[in-house]
């Protein structure tokens, strides 16, 4: 008896290890990719994905995309050498379909929660996500703004919900430590600017980038940010009204006593108050107006 159960349970093994290999090595990559893509692009057709092969993964039951890239309104955002979902297995008795996902992000990681409701004449999507330790230049979307390049190591958490607003509205909060901010060409004779922290509340919809709070600290400079972009195509024609203000610290005057920023901000009133910086135009081409 006992040597028929143990048999049983080998046989048991054995089939469902069989299964496993079988489904792995029978799956339909091709089909099932493509059936994502365009489910996707059902959704929000501003959303583009790309990948080359979908696998199952048995622990946990979910699938791999690999390699994975994602654009909006044919401006990259990202790209993942692979990226992980999970469904719930249970949601997908009720209309609302839910998963997790993750994924490395450079030398970070990504990870996130997806709802999707089918109720009503189109689907309703609310996703959350954690970025930690993501370097941020290897977010592809600021890549397109050669005037700015923003550097550091990015936490964020960014809350999307498909209902607001026409295309959806992502809030987004950020920290990146340290940071660099460097200017092409350079602004009144300032290559880049380097802060020990940033920290941002934004909204972003697919007409406009909206940032709500931005503070730079360091040793350096302290300064804060607020405004707007407004999305055109191509991303060159985009307009910006951005207000920045930069209070500079003994260090940064030391450094700089001889360049032409000392005319800006030698000032008293410049070192007590900070020096504004409007900057207004295209992100292809701007204009600086500084008090």
């Not at 958490?157 to 990146?176: C, E, F, H, L, Q």
């Not at 922290?197 to 931005?214: F, N, S, Y």
Request: hydrophobic share 40%; proline share 8%; glycine share 8%.
């Amino acid at each position: 008896m006992i040597k028929t159960k143990a048999r049983l349970f080998i046989y048991g093994i054995f089939a469902i290890t069989a299964f496993c290999v079988f489904l792995y090595l029978l799956f339909p990559s091709q089909m099932v990719s493509a059936l994502i893509v365009s489910r996707i692009a059902g959704i929000n057709p501003q959303v583009q994905v790309s990948l080359n092969d979908t696998r199952p993964s048995v622990l946990p039951p979910g699938f791999k995309f690999e390699p994975l890239s994602v654009a909006y309104a044919d401006i990259p955002v990202m790209h993942m050498p692979y990226f992980k979902v999970m469904p719930a297995i249970f949601s997908f008795i009720g209309d609302q379909k839910e998963f997790t996902f993750n994924g490395p992000l450079g030398a970070g990681t990504l990870k996130g929660h997806a709802a999707v409701s089918l109720q009503g004449p189109k689907p309703q999507t609310k996703v959350t996500m954690n970025l930690t330790e993501v370097p941020i230049d290897v977010i592809e979307i600021l890549q397109q703004w050669p005037n700015y390049k923003l550097l550091g190591e990015m936490t964020a958490y960014i809350d999307y919900d498909s209902r607001k607003g026409a295309g959806g509205t992502a809030n987004v909060k950020m920290d990146v430590t340290p940071t660099r901010i460097v200017f092409n060409p350079p602004i009144v004779g300032l290559e880049q600017m380097e802060f020990s922290q940033l920290t941002a509340e934004m909204t972003v919809t697919p007409r406009m980038l909206q940032i709500k709070r931005c503070e730079l600290s360091g040793s350096q400079l302290e300064g804060k940010v607020t405004g707007a972009i407004v999305f055109r195509e191509p991303a060159q024609n985009s307009r910006i009204t951005l207000s920045c203000t930069l209070k500079p610290q003994p260090a940064f005057m030391a450094e700089h006593k001889n360049d032409m920023l000392a005319t800006f901000l030698g000032s008293e009133t410049a070192q007590k108050r900070g020096v504004i910086i409007r900057i207004s135009g295209t992100l292809g081409n701007p204009s600086y107006v500084i008090r």
